[in-house]
């Protein structure tokens, strides 16, 4: 037997990542560059991308934009293709959690919830799914959560759009696969980012965390390059419709 040694590479390939400019975003996007691929970042801060575009060069490349918003969708598309093509990979990091409880929340948070987190990664994979479709290629990742599957305090418009990206994530694969498009989810769970700072700035709350896993240690970045990369490559080819929970064992006990 002889094992294909290009398994998990993603040389040649081009990757779209949205949230590229803070977090596990940020981290995607340097693991695909380094892996080999060519990374449009996408993000709001400019600075921040022109940071991370510095740091992988000639692989690497941002556009800053507003994922959310359905009227500039043609125009973001575009400038997305412009550095390298269209991207044959797309990473949905992008998110947004308000923190309110359900008393608190309102219209407008709401709204800006399921734009960000569950709108976003169906219409802008929905504009670069016929490429995919024409080369029978194509890999989606998106961002799930420990959220998807239970309940935190303070999270009803969070969880309702992370649940609902089980559900999508299901959808794409039964939608797109049979034409060589894979669609799965990666679910972090606890990892230190921009997005979490309130948890882990509660020393207790995070310690409570880590022992609620199998490992007994919350998660570090690098914890989900490996899964990353299995989902954005031949390796998973296979693999669609799933969730691969990166959360040392939390939702196992």
């Known amino acids: 037997m002889t094992l294909?040694?290009?398994l998990f590479s993603v040389t040649g390939r081009v990757a779209c990542v949205t949230g590229a400019s803070s977090g596990l975003g940020r981290r995607a996007a340097d693991v695909l560059a380094t892996a080999g691929a060519k990374v449009v970042g996408i993000a709001r801060r400019?600075?921040?991308l022109e940071e991370w575009q510095a740091g992988v060069?000639?692989?690497?490349?941002y556009v800053t934009g507003d994922i959310a918003d359905q009227a500039n969708l043609p125009e973001l598309v575009a400038k997305i293709s412009e550095p390298f093509g269209s991207p044959d990979i797309l990473v949905h990091a992008a998110g947004l959690n308000m923190?309110?409880?359900a008393d608190d929340v309102t219209a407008e948070?709401?709204?800006a919830t399921l734009a960000i987190n569950l709108s976003a990664p169906f219409f802008l994979s929905q504009a670069f799914v016929p490429a995919m479709k024409s080369q029978r290629w194509g890999r989606i990742v998106n961002f799930a959560s420990l959220q998807s599957s239970r309940a935190f305090p303070?999270?009803?418009a969070y969880g309702a759009t992370k649940?609902?990206?089980?559900?999508?994530?299901?959808?794409?694969?039964?939608a797109w696969s049979e034409q060589g498009i894979t669609a799965n989810a990666l679910g972090p769970g606890f990892?230190?980012?921009?997005?979490?700072?309130p948890v882990f700035d509660d020393k207790d709350r995070a310690a409570r965390n880590a022992a609620q896993t199998c490992i007994g240690r919350n998660g570090v970045p690098e914890d989900l390059d490996g899964p990353l990369l299995f989902l954005c490559s031949e390796a998973s080819r296979y693999v669609t419709g799933q969730i691969l929970m990166v959360d040392g064992g939390y939702t196992a006990k």
């Not at 649940?163 to 039964?174: E, Y």
């Not at 990892?191 to 700072?197: G, I, Q």
């Open 191 to 197: 990892f230190p980012t921009e997005l979490t700072a």
């Open 57 to 61: 060069g000639n692989n690497g490349a």
């Open 99 to 101: 923190r309110e409880a």
């Open 109 to 111: 948070g709401w709204d």
């Open 4 to 6: 294909n040694g290009d």
């Open 163 to 174: 649940g609902g990206i089980a559900q999508l994530t299901r959808a794409m694969a039964q």
């Open 46 to 48: 400019q600075d921040a």
């Open 154 to 156: 303070g999270g009803i």
